[in-house]
């Protein structure tokens, strides 16, 4: 253990978090403001997820940590560590053993249950921030339900591209009500916003807190004659020869080979125990 | 395979270890005490508690000397570091007119009472390198004065009995503190000031040089400038007094600004203000034109679009803790949002091929 209180944050600020917590989930999508705390690893590198799995874990909790799909990317390690340092729980990679997993651009390929509490680290929490840089204006149109621009926008996408140029932070409307900024997850993972655990979404930087209770619809904006479409890499994982996961593409030579490989590296492994065998795969199954 | 390396864990720590001992540096030459930074880094230092908001010279040195010499580093470990301690209470404003000058000058006025003092200053100093301290840097004791007893008043207030220059209005409100409470905007003048000395010395730098330059000109002269030290005083509900519990280093600039009247105002002098932990003048001198140039629309002054008079803008970015933290995140893995944007791009691309091809038929 160590000289800090139980995960790091004093009981003050925790309840404060708290608060803003359950705000977040009384009003689907709203943005709450937060008097975010300085942590010890610098803002843009998961200071909201942090606060908010901070205010959320309680020593009974198993926690999990992935960036990129992944437990074993760098800094899913170093704030999987901080945890583990802080507030001595028990962490775990698998998806179905964890009570609270904190997660930067993605959405585990496993559904989660309502046993669990899926916590974004999300860098710019408002959607129409590139549309309107004004933090009071946008507040303003959030409040007036004025979102327009936002379809200008993909409206404009359409006239230009042909499509909606959107591939991840694709915006969606929360209970009917509020357009909120997914964080920078890929579309595909767009369908399962709609689930059984709690989402909650931290930004400390922009100070904000705004959360998705279980169970909650939750629309990708799109039009009737261009319906939202989640896409992936349009391949089977190179591993486990999953079709339904969302693929990474990695670049194996110079001379332009590449893989595509299952980027829920827990999901993935799951598989190749249970047998499934990819194009360039191993057999792994005991 | 890239895939299936399981070395994260690894590559940190020993990552780490390297970076002790890059920090460390050649183990011929001796090591940097704290003290040493403390005394002879000063400046470093005094930048340190500022933008780091903790007046503790000790602790600022350490944060450098951990930092390898990256002031917004050491910055960063002093903000993450003040926000772990308790709050015992909130200090009385302490009175700068009280302050046991080093230095104190005015530009507007030959002679004032209290004098012009130039203090330790780099001012006229000429910026040739001094080979000497290469070899060995002792000094002889510099010559000494009786110190000044009696307070130095403020030179504003001598305009201020002239009733030529606009008078700041009297508020008994606690001010805001944006360390915690989530920022909104209009920000008021409180949150401003508190936001503007510990931001970032460059930007603030570079606000203020913008409004010299133009954008938003404003034709600052420098009132005055002093730094000394001044006492801290805290009311202790137990005894039912204030008792002094130390003293701070502090720099102060008011800037007595032209201005011609406005829709609301008279002609008359107008202020800017400056006030920042430790021998800080740039920043107190820069800040104190940023302060005037963000005050235009109390003054009932036009918004000419320059950046130095937006406050969401500059509230927003001045902040080198924020700043450094969201722009080097870049760093950090991004391969499946990049993932999406490749599969995008490679579909719209085929797509206005196709549709080139098709026109090329036709």
């Not at chain 1, 590296?265 to 199954?285: K, Q």
């Not at chain 2, 909130?90 to 009280?98: N, S, W």
């Not at chain 2, 991004?334 to 944007?341: L, M, T």
Request: glycine fraction near 8%; charged fraction near 25%.
């Amino acid at each position: 253990m160590s000289d800090y209180n139980f995960a790091y944050l004093d009981e003050q600020t925790k309840r404060m978090i708290r608060r803003a917590i359950l705000k977040g989930l009384a009003v689907p999508g709203y943005q709450v403001p937060f008097a975010s705390r300085e942590m010890p690893m610098p803002y843009g590198w998961g200071t909201g997820g942090v606060q908010v799995s901070a205010a959320a874990l309680t020593p009974e909790d198993t926690f999990k940590v992935i960036d990129q799909g992944s437990d074993d990317t760098t800094n899913a390690v170093s704030i999987r560590k901080f945890f583990e340092k802080t507030a001595g729980v028990a962490v775990t990679e698998e998806t179905e053993k964890a009570t609270v997993i904190q997660t930067r651009h993605r959405i585990p390929e496993a559904a989660l249950t309502e046993d669990q509490i899926l916590v974004y680290q999300v860098p710019i929490p408002e959607p129409l921030r590139f549309l309107e840089p004004r933090e009071t204006e946008t507040r303003k149109m959030h409040s007036l339900e004025e979102y327009g621009l936002m379809h200008v926008k993909l409206y404009e996408d359409i006239s230009q591209h042909g499509a909606i140029a959107t591939s991840y932070a694709y915006p969606v409307k929360v209970a009917d009500r509020y357009v909120m900024d997914p964080s920078p997850i890929p579309k595909f993972d767009n369908p399962k916003l709609e689930m059984a655990a709690i989402q909650l979404f931290g930004a400390g930087r922009e100070q904000r807190i705004y959360a998705v209770p279980p169970y909650t619809p939750v629309v990708s904006l799109d039009f009737e004659d261009y319906p939202f479409e989640a896409t992936k890499a349009d391949h089977p994982c190179d591993l486990c020869g999953a079709e339904d996961s969302y693929l990474d593409e990695v670049i194996l030579d110079d001379a332009g080979n590449r893989m595509f490989v299952c980027s829920d590296s827990d999901y993935c492994r799951c598989r190749r125990e249970a047998g499934h065998v990819g194009r360039l795969g191993v057999e792994t199954a005991a | 395979m890239y895939v299936a390396v399981k070395g994260g864990e690894r590559a940190i720590e020993n990552a780490h270890a390297w970076l002790a001992e890059e920090r460390r540096g050649d183990t011929s030459v001796a090591e940097l005490s704290v003290a040493q930074i403390r005394e002879q880094l000063a400046l470093g230092v005094n930048r340190v508690m500022a933008e780091g908001s903790l007046y503790d010279p000790d602790l600022a040195a350490l944060a450098i000397k951990q930092a390898r010499g990256d002031l917004i580093e050491a910055i960063f470990l002093i903000r993450a570091y003040r926000t772990t301690l308790p709050r015992f209470g909130a200090t009385l404003p302490v009175e700068t007119g009280k302050m046991a000058c080093d230095r104190r000058i005015s530009a507007t006025f030959k002679d004032a009472p209290g004098g012009q003092v130039l203090g330790p200053t780099f001012d006229y100093t000429h910026r040739l390198l001094d080979f000497k301290l290469a070899a060995e840097g002792e000094v002889a004791e510099a010559p000494r004065a009786e110190p000044r007893e009696e307070a130095t008043p403020h030179i504003t207030e001598f305009l201020q009995g002239e009733d030529i220059i606009q008078r700041e209005p009297e508020s008994e409100a606690v001010p805001g503190d944006l360390t915690r409470q989530p920022m909104s905007f209009p920000a008021g003048r409180d949150i401003r000031l508190q936001s503007l000395t510990r931001g970032d010395e460059g930007f603030i730098l570079g606000m203020a040089y913008s409004t010299q330059r133009g954008y938003a000109r404003n034709h600052a002269f420098v009132g005055e400038l002093r730094i000394g030290t001044v006492a801290v005083e805290l009311d202790v509900p137990e005894l039912g007094f204030a008792i002094e519990i130390g003293e701070v280093e502090l720099t102060e600039c008011e800037t007595v600004n032209q201005f011609k009247g406005s829709k609301t105002e008279p002609p008359q002098f107008t202020r800017g203000y400056g006030l920042v932990f430790g021998q800080t003048e740039r920043k107190a001198i820069a800040m104190a034109l940023v302060d005037r140039a963000l005050r235009w629309r109390e003054l009932g002054e036009d918004f000419l679009g320059a950046a130095a008079q937006d406050e969401e803008f500059v509230l927003s970015h001045s902040d080198n803790i924020q700043a450094t933290g969201f722009l080097e995140h870049i760093k950090l893995p991004h391969y499946v949002d990049f993932q999406s944007e490749l599969e995008l791009v490679r579909k719209l691309r085929r797509e206005a091929g196709e549709d080139e091809a098709r026109e090329a038929a036709e």
